[in-house]
């Protein structure tokens, strides 16, 4: 008998600069892949597959986007139609809403490239077929990009970053749930800041559903239909499709940062921001003050709100 997991986590949450991406990945399991997913994960396998924060960094995102471009079987040909194929949203719809002058600051993809090398996109790519052949296969990841203006507006209707990402993934499960067409089990990375999470649902308010346990180190409720969601502390090192979804949000969220950086001419060898609280990052943001002000970049489109402390 099949069962459907999905695993969801976000990346950016704490930064000043740049969005937040909450992914989620689905995947069908038989009954040696449940135990596949609850064991530890071979060396093998392990050395791709981990927390985001220790494969990758802001400026090495080669094994996230292999995987990225693993699990989208490799159809994509340039990294905007790679995120097309991962956008929950849509690019369409997520520029709806820019002010025009803020258009290219986080649209402009010429000159993009993938820079995962052929061995990394070769390892992911065996790492799917391994993941296939223990019980294991993904359907289907999706992102979801909660922009910076975004999350500007949302604070000022008393809608927190922590509340916004749990809306995110909420709209992501409903999203997987439905291509599973059959109950799911969830596994999402806590939301800091957040204790009893049916206080701030949001698509899923007002849904019926029972809490199964309450406390600091997870969060779960049953969903007649819909199936069981936890929230679970550290989710991202030791669940591997929570894993998953970090080193594919990990690539997302560089992506962008990636076209927010260039969009603004810097001096030879300027290390590019990270856009979290650190000195590159907060020499980025006064270097480019006057441009952006020349420009007429609407600040609620480049910095957070509040983002003077982490």
């Known amino acids: 008998m099949s069962a459907f997991h999905i695993g969801a986590d976000e990346n950016g949450l704490g930064s000043r600069l740049g969005p937040m991406i909450v992914t989620a990945v689905l995947a069908e399991t038989d009954e040696a892949g449940e135990r596949f997913l609850s064991r530890k994960l071979p060396k093998r396998l392990r050395e791709d597959l981990d927390d985001s924060k220790r494969l990758m960094s802001h400026t090495n995102v080669g094994i996230g986007e292999a995987w990225a471009r693993a699990l989208t079987e490799q159809r994509a040909g340039t990294p905007s139609e790679l995120f097309e194929m991962l956008s929950l949203e849509g690019s369409a719809k997520l520029r709806e809403p820019c002010p025009k002058s803020a258009h290219a600051q986080c649209w402009t993809s010429d000159g993009e490239a993938f820079s995962a090398s052929e061995e990394q996109l070769a390892r992911a790519l065996g790492h799917v077929q391994t993941l296939a052949a223990k019980g294991v296969r993904v359907l289907e990841v999706r992102s979801s990009v909660v922009c910076t203006q975004q999350l500007n507006e949302n604070r000022r209707r008393g809608i927190n970053r922590f509340v916004s990402d749990l809306h995110a ?81 990990k690539y997302v969220r560089e992506l962008f940062m990636q076209r927010i950086a260039s969009h603004y001419p810097a001096p030879a060898e300027s290390p590019r921001p990270s856009g979290y609280h650190d000195p590159v990052t907060a020499a980025f943001v006064e270097r480019t003050a006057l441009l952006r002000k020349k420009r007429r970049m609407p600040s609620s489109c480049f910095e957070r709100d509040g983002a003077d402390a982490p």
């Open 169 to 249: 993934m909420e709209r992501l499960i409903l999203r997987l749930q439905a291509r599973a067409a059959s109950p799911v089990h969830a596994v999402c990375g806590k939301v800091g800041g957040i204790g009893e999470y049916a206080k701030f649902f949001g698509p899923l308010g007002g849904w019926l559903h029972a809490t199964i346990v309450e406390g600091q180190a997870e969060s779960a409720y049953q969903f007649p239909t819909l199936g069981r969601i936890r929230f679970v502390r550290d989710a991202d090192a030791h669940a591997p499709l929570v894993m998953l979804a970090s080193l594919v949000g």
